[in-house]
Nanobody, 125 residues
Framework: QLQLVESGGGLVQSGGSLRLSCAAS????????IGWFRQAPGKEREGVSC????????AYADSVKGRFTISRDNAKNTVTLQMTSLKFDDTGVYYC??????????????????WGKGTLVIVSS
């Protein structure tokens, strides 16, 4: 059973930056891909970004392209989401999730098998 733990959330002013981390309990994540999702108050959870652990291929939601960067550290089994130029609309609980990578990078929520409990990001306007 793969366990995921997010960290790094907090309160930040609009225009500021935060770095979120997702630590996975596994001997190796080479056969997984990791995604970041977020859920704003009163809204459905949405995908933010995801990365294939083996080769680093990434994908981003249009709303965060150019502002967020996802990266991985295979030696530490961690995935980082660097968030810059934060906006009020980026507020929400951020979750990391994992799925086994077969041949397709499917970053949809329905494709993910393992979930962390989330970390709260609040961007003040």
């Amino acid at each position: 059973q793969l366990q995921l733990v997010e960290s790094g959330g907090g309160l930040v002013q609009s225009g500021g930056s935060l770095r979120l981390s997702c630590a996975a309990s596994a001997s190796s994540l080479d056969y997984y891909y990791i995604g970041w999702f977020r859920q704003a108050p009163g809204k459905e959870r949405e995908g933010v970004s995801c990365i294939i652990m083996r080769d680093g291929i990434t994908a981003y939601a249009d709303s965060v392209k150019g502002r967020f960067t996802i990266s991985r550290d295979n030696a530490k089994n961690t995935v980082t989401l660097q968030m810059t130029s934060l906006k009020f609309d980026d507020t929400g609980v951020y979750y990391c999730a994992a799925a086994s990578y077969l041949s397709t990078l499917d970053c949809r929520e329905v494709a993910m098998n393992y979930w962390g409990k989330g970390t709260l990001v609040i961007v003040s306007s």
